[in-house]
């Protein structure tokens, strides 16, 4: 009973969600935190065993190495096209999309929506090989636009998905007023709808932005040319036949990073507001 007694106050102390919290925080913040230290090592403290947490002789030549020794902003630059392309795309699609799925309903509607699901509970990775073998018959292995479709393929379902539930939330009433004062229905959705709905759709479009940004796969296996592989490939560059340059990596891990962790930060509030907006009516 004193056990029993022991444990639910642990439980139901007020410190106890911030602990628990907290703790899972730190575990998933490890990684970054041991490869922003790594990037400030040199190579011979990187390999020393037992391994240090800390620089010894902080360095910021590590950092610069990493940068003039790979094309750090070659890969950087073909990331943000890509990303920036298949998101525009996904987006402007699948808001059209999703609009018609939502306030245009037709017999056989929801199962053209399980469809959209049904394509992602397919393991991306077993269908690699045949988008490999269909790229290679039309000519666009090694190109950015074998990457773009992939990247349309994987998050076009999802986002018509997210994007269809800001759109049930939205009010019918407006969609048909706009319709009486002579907007079509290209108008409506133009000039009304995405206009109030702009913050879903923009936390939307950040969220696939960084799906697109972090993917690797796609690109290892459809590009062999560094002058157009993204940057996460581009760490990939490190890695040698008989030596692995550890500091270096987790330098370019930093550059690879920023960009993207920036915008996030930056966007944060936004994200937040406008993944709840869907739960909300207007």
């Not at 943000?80 to 245009?104: D, E, K, N, P, R």
């Not at 987790?250 to 996030?264: D, E, H, N, R, W």
Request: positive net charge; proline residues 6%; contains cysteine.
């Amino acid at each position: 009973m004193k056990i029993r007694n022991f444990f639910l106050k642990i439980v139901n102390h007020r410190a106890t969600p911030y602990v628990v919290c907290g703790a899972i925080a730190f575990f998933m913040i490890a990684p970054f935190i041991w490869m922003g230290l790594s990037a400030f090592k040199t190579s011979s403290e990187t390999f020393k065993y037992p391994p240090t947490y800390f620089p010894e002789n902080p360095t910021l030549k590590t950092m610069s190495e990493a940068w003039s020794k790979a094309p750090i902003p070659t890969y950087l630059a073909n990331s943000l096209i890509v990303s920036l392309t298949s998101t525009l795309i996904v987006i402007v699609a699948g808001s059209f999309t999703a609009y018609a799925l939502s306030q245009y309903r037709y017999r056989g509607s929801n199962v053209a929506l399980g469809l959209f699901l049904f394509t992602r509970i397919i393991p991306p990775l077993s269908l690699l090989l045949p988008y490999y073998l269909i790229l290679r018959k039309l000519g666009l292995l090694n190109t950015r636009v074998s990457v773009i479709l992939y990247l349309i393929y994987l998050n076009y379902p999802l986002v018509v998905w997210l994007l269809k539930g800001f759109f049930d939330a939205f009010p019918r009433d407006l969609i048909d007023s706009a319709i009486v004062d002579g907007c079509s229905r290209t108008g409506a959705i133009l000039r009304i709808v995405l206009p109030v709905s702009a913050t879903g759709v923009y936390a939307i479009a950040v969220v696939a932005f960084m799906w697109a940004w972090n993917e690797f796969f796609a690109p290892f296996l459809f590009i062999n040319y560094d002058e157009l592989k993204p940057i996460t490939v581009g760490l990939y560059y490190f890695v040698g036949d008989e030596y692995t340059y550890w500091n270096r990596m987790c330098a370019a891990g930093i550059y690879a990073v920023m960009p993207s962790l920036t915008f996030f930060l930056l966007a944060q509030k936004y994200i937040v507001k406008g993944l709840t907006a869907g739960a909300l009516k207007y």
